[in-house]
């Protein structure tokens, strides 16, 4: 079915898939789980399609993540670690870059798992210490939602919009240091180098 969705296109909408997406959460690497992600790295080496993930960053979900996809013979600098920033352990970041992958700083405006500060410091640090050729910045917005009734959004997640990232992340980052250099390398730069590698490899 992945590969079919990226070769062919999504059901019969034509649409081809640029991405692949799977997730560890609370309950671990479930039987079920780990299937979906040996299927993810497998269609990804047959098609070269990036891998994206959900994880539970407090639970350090991205190394069993990793631990899989190398099992896979994955190439782990064509994956994203998703939902890095909701850590704060500078340790668990770095073992996910010592090993390859890129880093999803991708929940701004969900300050509900974790606050907008606490994201910002984070990315500053690993900034400071090196790693913005290692980062991608989001917000984990979508334009359909059904978790929450739909009035409780706004109120539960003010700042979870498509416009957080300019008119409040940037602003914060440079505050802490981040220079122009470094977010273009975050906003621009990855995803190129993300995206524009090409083709399987199995």
């Known amino acids: ?23 560890t959460d609370e309950p671990g690497l479930t039987p079920g789980v780990e299937r979906v992600l040996r299927a993810v790295a497998q269609a990804h080496k047959r098609t070269g399609a ?30 994203v670690i998703g939902h890095c920033g909701d850590s704060t352990d500078v340790g668990y970041l ?3 870059i010592a090993a390859g992958s890129y880093l999803g700083m991708d929940r701004f405006g969900v300050d509900v798992i974790s606050p907008f500060q606490d994201r910002v410091n984070i990315v500053a640090r690993m900034c400071e210490r090196g790693h ?17 009734p739909e009035e409780l959004v706004p109120v539960a997640m003010p700042n ?3 416009l957080h990232i300019h008119n409040d992340v940037i602003p914060a980052l440079k505050q ?24 399987g490899y199995q």
Request: charged share 25%; glycine share 8%; proline share 2%.
């Open 50 to 79: 990036p891998i994206s993930t959900h994880t539970h960053a407090g639970l350090r979900r991205g190394l069993d993540q990793q631990r899989i996809f190398a099992e896979e013979g994955v190439d782990l600098s064509r994956v």
């Open 176 to 199: 802490h240091g981040v220079t122009d250099e470094q977010l273009h390398t975050m906003l621009v730069d990855n995803p190129r180098r993300i995206f524009e590698r090409q083709g």
């Open 160 to 162: 979870w919009h498509y």
């Open 1 to 23: 079915m992945f590969v079919r969705d990226i070769e062919h296109g999504i059901a019969d909408t034509g649409i081809k898939a640029g991405i692949l997406k799977c997730a």
């Open 94 to 96: 770095e073992e996910l």
């Open 132 to 148: 913005a050729d290692k980062m991608v910045l989001s917000h984990d917005a979508c334009c359909y939602f059904d978790a929450l």
